[in-house]
């Protein structure tokens, strides 16, 4: 018996009351006239948001380090993390001149994330050894086609103008955790 | 004869107008009652609380696309959500909505036509609605649509006795079958001119009737005529666009309707208690009273929401069991008691 | 007005009587049928018997024509599946309508006394008259007519009963 909480099924004539099944109705509409006047759960979306954790798993971002150049070095561990395969990209090798565009010499020239395969999960900001790619508290946009929920480079590397601020996802714990390579999930 | 033409169309108009848009608004408040219920919002989207979004629904099922089967009885195909519309609206005719008002010392009804026949003529209208129904299942040409037609005439034809039969009871006590004059005799008044309400001479008639309401607008825990399990939409499986629309509309009419009859009948009409002792002029008391019948008919068809929303449909037998067994034999009782009551009582 | 409605009426009721006969399809038929006790019920009307015409509505429009059509939809006769039928069975059919006519035929040609009452304003057919009548006049025969049909729903009854003693009971419902 998995809980103590099992009844015997009894399969006992109904009394007249219960036979005449008006009660029970009265009791059913008293419930659901109960219900009518009780607050309702409901929160209007688009106007009104649901407060969200601190560390909330939703878009991703590519960061730049501060001079604007793009941090990520296409080393493909996010994708080799990936549990769900989201994530694709080609390395390219940096010419001379794009210094500002690119941190180091390999880097991406294209990173697409699938977001109907994304499940969100976190591993991609954990493997990442540039501190390049981190999720946001943005939620994804819904679309009409498969097409545009594979976000490439366009949508995910953060413009110069207006960075996408990482500091709740990049606490001091997070990047002491991160030195400690023993602790990782994926080895 | 051309004033009395021209007064008797106005009325008309105006209930037809009223009808609709209180049918029209059913869809909404039905949703809505569904909502809150469910401690849901519902619609809030179209307009401020969601209030355009029947002129929405209306919209979308006019832009639709409308499929006529290629196999299917084309002009009974129309036919059908047409008696259906038809017959909803004909029964506006004899309800009395409101007393006479009295302009320039001329005396308007607010009835359209106070029939001598009164509540058979809705019998009558509501025995051909069954028409519409049936006849667009069976052109549809579809085995669904027809095996969901036979289940809602069966149905409705099975529940009409037992209302019929609940009917008689009334009538053997207020002695008339015309809904006016039975209004009259609930009329509220003080001493010798107090009269109760229908509903307190007649509660097991009352109950009957109402289940049998129940059954006759196809309304849950009677909604058997469709069902998504067993027969996909039921009788209008094939229809879609203004169509379904006049078939969905006209079970909202029907739903009005009867909220109006079992208001008139049982529960006093357009009397609303002390409304003579309030000694307001004619005209004034006639518009509280149709404000106090509406007050009604919005209670009966919130009630037929709430219902909607509280009880699990019945099965087929439990269904025909109920209406066979148990409300046919109960308001034939109901017809003996209320008959020996008036002999011992009236002599 | 009246005239002229009666004439309508007249035409609507024979023209779609006859349409009952000559359309191919049943289910038309029974349509047409209904179509034609509209019509008989608005010359009801036209006779100042409003119970009557409810009635007539109520129980062979509404409820019998009703019947009429479900049995007609479920056995799914179309023109392409109508069974063939012998020369000996038409033969039949044409003798038994044609003395039905006959009959018909003889019992109005000694009707006409009755056209000459003036029903005008006359309120015959108001329930309390037709009520009087029944209960008064002819109590015995509208007593009998009931005894009748009791004895039928007994037996329809009955029928149903013993269908269910041969088979154990299973659909025990409040």
Redesign the interface.
């Known amino acids: 018996m998995l809980t103590d909480r099992s009844k015997v099924v009894v399969k006992k004539e109904m009394t007249l009351t219960e036979r005449l099944y008006l009660p029970a109705i009265v009791g059913g509409i008293l419930i659901t006239i109960r219900h009518f006047f009780r607050k309702s759960a409901t929160i209007r979306y688009p106007e009104k948001k649901r407060e969200i954790s601190d560390i909330w798993r939703g878009q991703h971002v590519l960061k730049r380090d501060d001079e604007g150049a793009e941090r990520c070095t296409a080393c493909g561990l996010c994708a080799v993390a990936c549990p769900a395969e989201a994530i694709t990209m080609v390395a390219a090798e940096r010419k001379p001149g794009e210094e500002k565009l690119y941190r180091e010499e390999k880097y991406a020239s294209t990173y697409e994330i699938n977001m109907l395969r994304c499940i969100f999960c976190g591993l991609c900001e954990e493997a990442c050894p540039k501190e390049a790619i981190f999720l946001t508290d943005r939620i994804i946009e819904t679309d009409y086609t498969r097409k545009g929920f594979v976000f490439g480079k366009d949508k995910l590397v953060e413009p110069v103008a207006e960075r996408v601020d990482v500091t709740k996802r990049q606490t001091k714990d997070v990047l002491d955790f991160k030195k400690h390579k023993e602790y990782s999930h994926n080895k | 004869m051309i004033s009395f033409l021209l007064y008797k169309g106005i009325v008309i108009g105006v209930i037809f107008t009223i009808t609709l848009l209180i049918a029209a608004y059913s869809t909404y408040a039905e949703r809505k009652?569904a909502?809150?219920?469910?401690?849901?919002?519902g619609p809030?989207r179209a307009g401020p609380f969601g209030i355009l979004q029947p002129l929405a629904d209306g919209l979308k099922f006019i832009m639709k696309e409308e499929i006529i089967p290629n196999v299917s009885n084309k002009l009974?195909f129309i036919l059908g959500p047409c008696i259906g519309m038809l017959t909803a609206l004909m029964a506006g005719v004899i309800i009395p909505w409101g007393n006479t008002l009295i302009v320039n010392g001329n005396e308007y009804s607010l009835q359209i036509a106070d029939?001598?026949?009164g509540i058979?003529?809705v019998?009558?209208v509501?025995?051909?609605g069954?028409?519409g129904i049936?006849?667009g299942g069976?052109a549809s040409n579809n085995k669904f649509s027809?095996l969901g037609?036979?289940r809602a005439?069966?149905q409705m034809?099975s529940y009409?006795i037992a209302m019929g039969l609940s009917i008689i009871a009334l009538i053997i006590m207020t002695g008339t079958?015309s809904l006016g004059e039975i209004d009259v005799l609930q009329a509220g008044g003080a001493g010798n001119d107090w009269n109760f309400w229908n509903v307190v001479y007649q509660p097991l008639g009352f109950?009957i009737f109402l289940i049998c309401a129940f059954a006759e607008c196809n309304r849950t825990p009677f909604d058997l005529p469709e069902c998504e399990t067993e027969l996909v939409g039921g009788y209008h499986t094939e229809y879609s666009s203004m169509k379904l629309g006049f078939y969905l509309f006209a079970e909202y009419i029907n739903m009005f309707i009867s909220s109006a009859v079992i208001s008139t009948l049982y529960f006093g009409g357009y009397n609303f208690p002390f409304m003579n002792n309030l000694g307001l002029d004619h005209n004034t008391i006639t518009v509280l009273g149709t404000i106090a019948l509406f007050a009604k008919i919005f209670f009966f068809i919130f009630f037929f929401m709430?219902?909607r929303?509280?009880?699990p449909r019945f099965?087929y037998?439990?269904l025909m069991?109920?209406g066979w067994k148990m409300l046919i034999p109960l308001a034939v009782a109901n017809i003996f008691v209320t008959g020996l009551v008036l002999i011992l009582t009236r002599g | 007005m009246t005239l002229n409605l009666f004439y309508f009426l007249s035409f609507v009721a024979i023209f779609s009587a006859l349409l009952v006969v000559f359309s191919r399809n049943p289910v038309y038929s029974v349509l047409y049928l209904i179509i034609t006790f509209f019509a008989i019920a608005g010359h009801y009307i036209l006779l100042n018997a409003q119970f009557l015409a409810a009635v007539h509505v109520i129980v062979y429009a509404g409820a019998i024509m009703v019947l009429f059509l479900y049995v007609i939809m479920l056995l799914n006769l179309n023109t392409e599946t109508e069974p063939h039928k012998s020369s000996v069975l038409k033969i039949a059919a044409t003798i038994c309508a044609g003395l039905l006519m006959i009959v018909l035929v003889g019992s109005f040609k000694g009707a006409d006394v009755l056209v000459q009452r003036s029903v005008e304003g006359a309120p015959v057919g108001l329930v309390k008259n037709l009520g009087i009548v029944l209960f008064k006049d002819f109590l015995f025969p509208f007593e009998m007519a009931s005894v009748l049909l009791l004895a039928a729903m007994v037996g329809a009854v009955m029928l149903g009963k013993s269908e269910a003693r041969t088979e154990p009971t299973n659909s025990k419902v409040p």
Not at chain 2, 35 to 41: K, L, W
């Open positions: 009652v909502a809150f219920m469910q401690d849901r919002i809030d009974l029939l001598n026949i058979l003529y019998f009558g509501v025995s051909i069954v028409y049936m006849i069976w027809l037609a036979i005439s069966a034809i009409e079958l109950v709430w219902i929303w509280t009880v099965r037998d439990q069991n109920l």
